[in-house]
């Protein structure tokens, strides 16, 4: 038995045997070549010059503010949301969604077979100033004002500027732009519960800024400087009733009243 075995696994000359090579003729090799260039050509037709994969839908998340609508976004795309999927141009709409006043930031992907995917953060009022035609200009943290309307947004503060005689006369140093940023300096550093409660901001001078309180009370803030520091302050100082709170030396913070 141990010799029939053996006589299965080695040729008569003791050789092993092997099984047959498969070779191919020039011919069938230029034959698979071809076949392969035609599926190859035929997938990438179809991904990306015919209508098979077309964008048939444009899926927007982050519209949660009720203020930014799905067919603004849409119509910001224009015709980049329209052809085949794989030719959309990303970064163009990327940047055409971008430029939307109320998105900060956007994000945009490919959902296969059919959907351009776009994710949008929307910007959030920390202050309005009031415009010179009596309307409301929402601006975020980074100072870009991105929406107006009629009356300013609820749990954020009015800016208003009431400039005395000395900041009037130093306006062709710190000009009014320049005060209404400190102002939102302050606005954008304020935690959330003081925010809720502040009325309005109101600037006196680059170093006199007041914010008032939805309970009548006034904070003193003094410049925008050390905002971060002087918010802590605040929020320390707010447990104790007053009238007036100094936060704008923040070594020797004062309540009084």
């Known amino acids: 038995m141990a010799d029939e075995d053996y006589d299965e696994e ?19 090799v230029l034959v698979l070549v071809a076949l392969g260039v035609l599926v190859l050509g035929g997938l990438g037709w179809t991904v990306f010059f015919s209508a098979a994969l077309d964008v048939r839908r444009v899926a927007v998340q982050g519209l949660d503010s ?16 329209h ?13 055409l969604v971008g430029q939307v006043p109320r998105v900060a930031r956007v994000e945009v992907w490919r959902g296969w077979p059919h959907t351009l995917r776009i994710k949008v953060t929307e910007r ?7 415009a010179d035609d009596g309307r409301f200009v929402q601006v975020d943290a980074l100072g870009v004002e991105f929406a107006t309307g009629p009356q300013p947004p609820s749990g ?16 062709s140093v710190i000009d009014r732009p320049a005060l209404v940023r400190s102002a939102i300096t302050v606005a954008a550093g304020l935690p959330p519960e003081v925010a809720k409660q502040a ?27 050390e905002t971060p ?3 802590r302050i605040l929020t320390a100082l707010l447990g104790r009733k007053a009238s007036n709170y100094d936060v704008s030396a923040p070594d020797a913070p004062a309540v009084s009243g």
Request: hydrophobic share 35%; net charge neutral.
């Open 229 to 231: 520091r002087k918010a």
């Open 199 to 225: 009325g309005s901001l109101t600037v006196c001078s680059y170093d006199d800024i007041r914010l008032q309180l939805s309970s009548g009370a006034t904070v003193r803030w003094g410049s925008a400087e």
């Open 156 to 171: 954020v503060p009015v800016v208003a500027l009431q400039l005395g005689q000395p900041a009037n006369d130093a306006l």
């Open 66 to 81: 009720g203020q930014l609508s799905q067919e603004e976004v849409e119509r910001a795309l224009g015709s980049t949301a």
């Open 83 to 95: 052809g085949p999927l794989a030719r959309v141009d990303l970064d163009r709409a990327r940047h």
């Open 124 to 130: 959030q009022p920390v202050a309005a100033v009031r």
């Open 10 to 28: 080695f040729g008569e000359d003791g050789d092993e045997t092997r099984p047959p090579r498969l070779r191919l003729s020039r011919r069938g």
